[in-house]
């Protein structure tokens, strides 16, 4: 069973930095590419970047790019997301989301979510 | 950016009924579009990939067709555990986008 486990967030001041885990079991994590995706509060559903199970290839929504990164630790079968520079409009649920073998396959699981608030 | 025009963005209906939503892609996006269920509180679910295959485990009342722009996700007789919201996701070019949602209510 797939299962996807997100870590890290909370509270945070404007300009400040977090760091968002995502621990995966049931699934081979090496192989398959992984998605952030987020939701502010009472919005829709916003893809934020995914990272590539095979060569590392990263892709990044224009709103974070540059103030994102996304990371994994194959020995761990963790995701990463590093924000820094937050906003009051990055508060949201932020989801951890796996893809397919190949990056491009789209979303199939998603973790629970983590709240992040940009708040001073 | 591809747009992803979701609609309706809500809509009551009562259980038994059939329920269409659309989203149209402003480029076409071969067979990259999903569809996702969404209730209060709780992390989406995909219903449909590939335009019309249907999730292990998803009733077969879900539907999914449509091609190029195009696309649309039936419920061809609705429960009482289906009013939620749902999403369609276009992968096919980065950045990944979402329609904005159909909130699915009790009439």
């Known amino acids: 069973e797939v299962q996807l486990l997100e870590s890290g967030g909370g509270l945070v001041q404007p300009g400040g930095s977090l760091r968002l885990s995502c621990a995966a079991s049931?699934?081979?994590?090496?192989?398959?590419?992984m998605n952030w995706v987020r939701q502010a509060p009472g919005k829709g559903l916003e893809w934020v970047s995914l990272?590539?199970?095979?060569?590392?290839?990263?892709y990044y929504a224009g709103s974070v790019k540059g103030r994102f990164t996304t990371s994994r630790d194959n020995s761990k079968n963790t995701l990463y997301l590093e924000m820094s520079s937050l906003r009051a409009d990055d508060t949201a649920v932020y989801y951890c989301?796996?893809?397919?073998?190949?990056?491009?396959?789209?979303?199939?699981?998603w973790g629970q979510g983590v709240h992040v608030t940009v708040s001073s | 950016d591809i747009q992803m025009t979701q609609s309706p963005s809500s809509l009551s209906a009562s259980v038994g009924d059939r329920v269409t939503i659309t989203c149209r892609a402003s480029?076409?996006?071969?067979?990259?579009l999903a569809w996702y269920q969404q209730k209060p509180g709780k992390a989406p679910k995909r219903l449909i990939f590939?335009?019309?295959s249907l999730q292990s485990g998803v009733p077969s009342r879900f539907s999914g067709s449509g091609s190029g722009t195009e696309f649309s996700l039936t419920i061809s007789s609705l429960q009482p555990e289906d009013f939620a919201t749902y999403y369609c996701?276009?992968?096919?070019?980065?950045?990944?986008?979402f329609g904005q949602g159909t909130k699915v209510e009790i009439k």
């Open positions: 049931g699934f081979t994590f090496p192989n398959y590419a």
């Open positions: 989301a796996k893809g397919g073998r190949i990056a491009g396959t789209g979303i199939d699981y």
């Open positions: 590939g335009i019309s």
């Open positions: 480029q076409a996006i071969r067979n990259d």
């Open positions: 990272l590539s199970g095979g060569d590392g290839s990263t």
């Open positions: 996701l276009q992968h096919n070019d980065y950045p990944w986008t």
